[in-house]
């Protein structure tokens, strides 16, 4: 860190936005059909109905969280105009990293073909791209980093029960990523995290390894309605809640961009926050759920189609297994 007291940057801004999807779409007609092909009964009408999900993508068998962590986090930093020598400091949120360990996030620095920053993954399911946003945000602030890489990739297609309608039409895969600097302007304005692990039970994926052997259930677990209730009553909350500690209101926010389970809860926040929802960037209907990847990749997609402009208000949202949930507050 080398600045005078005066120039010192005392903010965090997102300088760059990346994201990658697999290349295999799986929309609801082709899902249902495979499904169809083990005894399970699904339609696109009932999908679309509950969720606004159209469709999805799966990574092939052969590609790992860190190998879409990738591309996306390279079109961030093209877009950034900066270079992966440049990153001081990769956070890589998952849930569903290549191995036990070394992190998703070491597996990405050296892809990225660099070695020496700090480099770990944040595991908060849904809510990881907000936390690793949040520790990247803190850690420029405090002066320890200057030009971070936050990443949200996932395979969670590897973590679906294809034999359970309930939870395997919901999810997808793919990869979000941004470039956030020490910067003079804001930037962060405000950010908050919480977790509550009374809950652990209504959405887990309950296996682990031990002995060189999976113990307990590998496969994902949820109780949809009472995630749905949990999640539609904290989003609301934290979202009011930054948004007072960065002295701004509802009506100054742009666009919100909420993490993307499922259509019915996004129009009950943004209804709740009285926004429109042309305010809200959506893109459940194309990628299903793709936990802490699904906030990167709207986020990328708003920028990239000019809707999110320099100097916008955006409210990000996350919200998921643990139970956790957090929101951030920025100036783009
Ligand atoms: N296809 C057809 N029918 C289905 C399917 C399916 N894929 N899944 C469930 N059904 C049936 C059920 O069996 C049930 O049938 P029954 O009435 O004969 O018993 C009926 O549809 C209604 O089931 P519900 O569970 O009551 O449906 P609900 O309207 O609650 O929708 C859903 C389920 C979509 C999971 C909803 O509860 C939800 O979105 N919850 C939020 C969970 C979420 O988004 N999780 C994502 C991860 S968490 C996170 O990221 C925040």
């Not at 009408?45 to 052969?62: P, S």
């Not at 036990?100 to 700090?118: D, E, T």
């Not at 701004?248 to 929802?277: F, V, Y």
């Not at 194309?286 to 709207?298: F, R, V, Y």
Request: charged share 20%.
């Amino acid at each position: 860190m080398t600045s005078s007291a005066s120039s010192a940057p005392r903010f965090s801004r997102i300088t760059g936005t990346g994201s990658f999807l697999p290349p295999e779409r799986v929309s609801n007609q082709q899902l249902a059909q495979r499904l169809a092909e083990r005894g399970i009964e699904t339609s696109d009408e009932w999908i679309v109905e509950r969720t606004g999900i159209r469709a999805r993508h799966f990574a092939d068998a052969g590609t790992a969280t860190s190998d879409l962590a990738l591309p996306a986090a390279q079109a961030a930093l093209e877009a950034a105009g900066r270079s992966a020598a440049d990153v001081d400091l990769i956070i890589v949120a998952t849930s569903t990293p290549d191995m036990v360990f070394p992190s998703a996030a070491c597996l990405l620095q050296r892809k990225l073909g660099v070695a020496g920053c700090a480099a770990f993954d944040v595991q908060a399911v849904c809510s990881g791209f907000v936390y690793a946003l949040t520790v990247a945000d803190s850690l420029i602030k405090s002066g320890a980093a200057r030009c971070a890489l936050v990443v949200g990739a996932e395979v969670f297609s590897r973590l679906l029960d294809f034999d359970d309608r309930t939870t395997c039409v919901l999810f997808g895969d793919g990869a979000g990523a941004v470039v956030l600097e020490a910067s003079v302007e804001p930037g962060v304005l405000a950010s908050e995290l919480h977790a509550d692990g009374r809950h652990v039970e209504i959405l887990c994926t309950p296996g682990t390894v031990s002995g060189g052997q999976v113990l307990g259930d590998p496969l994902l677990k949820m109780d949809g309605q009472a995630v749905f209730k949990l999640a539609v009553g904290v989003l609301e909350q934290v979202a009011r809640s930054v948004i007072a500690k960065a002295g701004r209101t509802e009506s100054d926010i742009d666009w919100l961009i909420p993490h993307q389970a499922n259509i019915r809860i996004m129009q009950g926040t943004a209804r709740k926050l009285k926004l429109p929802m042309d305010r809200v960037i959506v893109t459940v209907d194309e990628h299903g759920n793709t936990s802490a990847a699904s906030i990167p990749l709207a986020l990328d997609a708003g920028v990239r189609d000019g809707r999110i402009r320099r100097g916008h208000t955006v409210l990000l949202e996350g919200v998921g297994g643990g139970f956790t949930w957090g929101a951030v507050l920025l100036d783009f």
